[in-house]
């Protein structure tokens, strides 16, 4: 059985802003990615609006676009950096290695010195191994320590890869001062795409009684980093930037009062995610019998060309065809040569009933995780290319 879905689309179909992206596109091969800007810089001052207190470090691999990356460091944001080829490109976009952190538990230890070498010098980690390797790498540099979550109530959850068990946290701590490292705070991750926002507070609880054993154990923590989590714009709703926000100051002076430490969030996708507009073809429009319900739709891009989001439908991005009217019940899926490239089957999308093969379609919400994770050469299809609205 599928689920229904009706998009509300009329009011974007119509809009100027839509309009613009459509006339910019047409004369673009596709499939394009098209972004807009003006979304990022309102999505950042947004967050920064409705959580003043908290420093924003954007988590690069969302989008790593230079423009997105220039835009965000001229607003005064600080950047999440998971890699040397991040790092490398940030220093050369002129982002200064203090508005950095290596926010990655999983990392080589000649790459930890290379950003020490750099002039980082807040890292995360979340082992002993990790911790060994940053007291040889990078002495004396700011640890914080990841706490492992659920993942439940996100629509792309972190699983078990990130973080440790609180009781584990504690050893981290006082394994790292003994090497002469400073356990400088502790950080979290709910889940990306978190819809439950009281999968916060349940994180903070953790937090705050790692922070208040510390405490007892002489060590002063100062900071938390509550990761990123806050959501884009997709077709399953979630409540609006300023209840996540409201929820959470109220959650972190519920554990830490009135004198809050220094807070940290790395929002990717809620900053980048609504910017972005993917271009694509019809390529086929087929049914498997003559009594088969359902139409296959194939766009031509997919899972290889940046859409791998849809892994278990787990994303689901507003799409909107040309035409409006009647609509059919279609299954859709990529271009490539592999069986898994289908994007939505059990998820019922809809299209025009007069949609034509060659038309074009609009897969929205897709500023985020996209372009980034596009494959190169599958199929010899190219990387998917992004152009900035101008
Ligand atoms: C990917 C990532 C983020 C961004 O998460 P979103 O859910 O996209 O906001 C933040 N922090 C870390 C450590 C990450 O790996």
Redesign the pocket.
Known sequence: MKEEYQFPLEDYMSSERFKRIKRFAEDKPTPCLILETDIVKAKFEELRMHLPFAKIFY?V??NPHDEIVTLLHRLGSNF?V?TRYELDQLLRLGVEPDRMSF??TIKKERDIAYFYDKGVRLF?TDSFEDVDKLARAAPKAKVFFRILTEGLGAD?PLSKKFGCHPEMTRNLMLHARDLGLEPYGLSF?VG??QRDIGQWSTALGSVGSLFSWAEDHGIKLKMVNM????PANYTDPTNPIEHYAGDITSYLKNFFGEQLPEIII?????ITGDCGVIVTEVVNIAKKSAHDLYHWVFFDIGKFGGLIETLDEAIKYPIYFERSGPSLDIILAGPTCDSMDILYEKHSYEMPAGTKIGERAFILTTG?YTQSYSSIYFNGFPPLSAYILK
């Open positions: 988590a691999k969302a999440d998971a926010g990655n995360a792309w991750h990306s795409q990761g990123g989590g806050f790395e929002p990717g996708r809620s985020a």
